[in-house]
């Protein structure tokens, strides 16, 4: 019996240690050199609720990348009947949901059906109708495929801000799907939410396009716009004024290059006029595609386009070589590198709009810290004393396993590196709760069995036994409800889950396996005669 027991106390210390080991990193500021490379460094992290921050609802306007998607289709769809060599009079995007196509020989009508079915099929095309030899078609876009369209953009949404925020240097912050194609952003600790907005909402959409020179952009302003052509403007702010100057360009509609094809991006800083840029790279195809445009080009203007503005418009000196292009423009360093974080995370595939936007400020933070601790320390010593005035020596053991059970919920909390929030801490106020009743269960059988007549060893193991069922019944139902919280719930809801569901594992460890090893070590090892209860 005493291995038995040297065991189970072995097991029990061993915990004891790992949850210290956990919450070494909360407690102490300074670790040694060695402790990060071979013990756990992460501390508990603290919600948007206790440590202030920022929390967002986006609506990503998904439509738009329908609309984009039907833009692209229409382009290849160019390109394919000009390499099946049917002639069209009309091709264009009408709305979100369908493309008209006016057919110049109603002869082609089946050659461009078998085509339409090979190539583009999630659109049913129907004639329409019929004027001399001309034939009209409606390509539908399916209702599947536009759900999947529209998905997929909130997913890639998802993904391209996740990523803008983890270049940002946000530490935990909580990012999820919403219904209605919203998101769902905390972002804890964050001190410039301005510059966050700006950073996430960015569609970042990088162009490369030609400036036309063969016409006027002075015509173009008074309404004169060339087929094709388009103006969009350069803005400069001087950086002492702050006053805006617009310069207009006349365009080409038609994007030679886009950002899609860039692996990484850089800020540097010109050594002629010490200011940042921002140095781009491309992939392999990129690389050969930027190479072919500079070298037909030589002596234009190629302008650089993000998100419509334009940044700058150089002259094509030569033929531009091994994937690189720069990006210059009047940036201050946190422009420069803002700009960088979204070309690396890459475009949004339509643009974000902020439905709800909130700042928490850290001072509400710490008031609601103060505050939890407080009920907490007040509950909890209430509880202590209370069982130390009922059940005497066994109510002092009772407030040791519940002791040891708000450590193991902190070391739970770090150990699975969750997020302490407001409804966190009335988690664990409750879970208090939750292991003092496991050991009254307890301590009421043992009274049952002393009051039999039975020796104080027998009553133990007799009260222990017969608790546990109704123990482990509460105890697991309440934790399949905190499980089906966290995986349905949201925000508050899962803070409250996350330890609710720690505590009660812990409250199960301490009030059932502690508790008895010391009953046993005092009636068993040191032979006491009479249990203090």
Known sequence: MSKKLGWRAAIALFAVLMAFVYLTPTLSGDLPGWWSSVLPRDKIHLGLDLQGGMH???????????????????????????????RYLELKRHGADRIDLTLVRSKDKENFQDMAGANYPDFKAEPVSAEEDQTMFYLDLLPKAKIRLEKMAVDQALETIRNRIDQFGVSEPDIRPQEDNRIL???????????????????????????????????????????GDEILYEVDI????????????????????????????RVQIDSQYNEPYVSLSFDGRGARLFEQITGKNIKKRLAIVLDTKVYSAPVIQDKISGGRAQITGRFSMDEARDLAIVLRAGALPAPVKIIEER?????????????????????????????????????????????????????????????????????????????????????????????????????????????????????????????VLFQFGTGPVRGFAVTLSIGIIASLFTAIFVTRIIFDYLHIQRGMKKVSI
């Open 56 to 86: 967002l609802v986006l609506e990503v306007q998904a439509l738009k990348a329908v609309e984009s998607h039907l833009e692209r289709v229409v382009e290849e769809m160019k390109h394919d009947l000009r390499k099946s060599k049917i």
């Open 185 to 227: 952003i905390q972002l804890p600790g964050i001190k410039d939410p301005k510059r966050a907005i700006e950073l996430i909402g960015k569609t970042a959409l990088l162009e490369f396009k030609l400036v036309d020179e063969d016409n006027s952009v002075e015509a173009a302003l008074k309404g004169d716009v060339p087929p």
């Open 238 to 265: 001087d950086p002492k004024t702050g006053r805006q100057m617009k310069r207009p360009y006349l365009l080409k509609k038609r994007t030679l290059l886009t950002g899609e094809y860039i692996t990484d991006a």
């Open 359 to 483: 700042t928490v400020g850290p001072s509400l933070g710490k008031d609601s810290i103060d505050k939890g601790i407080k009920s907490m320390l007040i509950g909890g010593v209430v509880v202590i004393v209370f069982m130390i005035l009922y059940y005497g020596l066994s109510g002092v053991i009772a407030d040791l396993a519940l002791l040891l059970n708000i450590v193991f919920i902190m070391a739970g909390l770090a150990f699975f590196g969750a997020t302490l929030t407001l409804p966190g801490i009335a988690g664990m106020i409750l879970t208090i709760g939750m292991c003092v009743d496991a050991n009254v269960l307890i301590f009421e059988r043992v009274r049952e069995e002393l009051r039999l007549g039975k020796t104080p060893r027998a009553s133990i193991e007799g009260g222990y036994g017969k608790a546990l069922v109704t123990i482990l019944d509460a105890n697991i139902t309440t934790l399949i409800v905190a499980l």
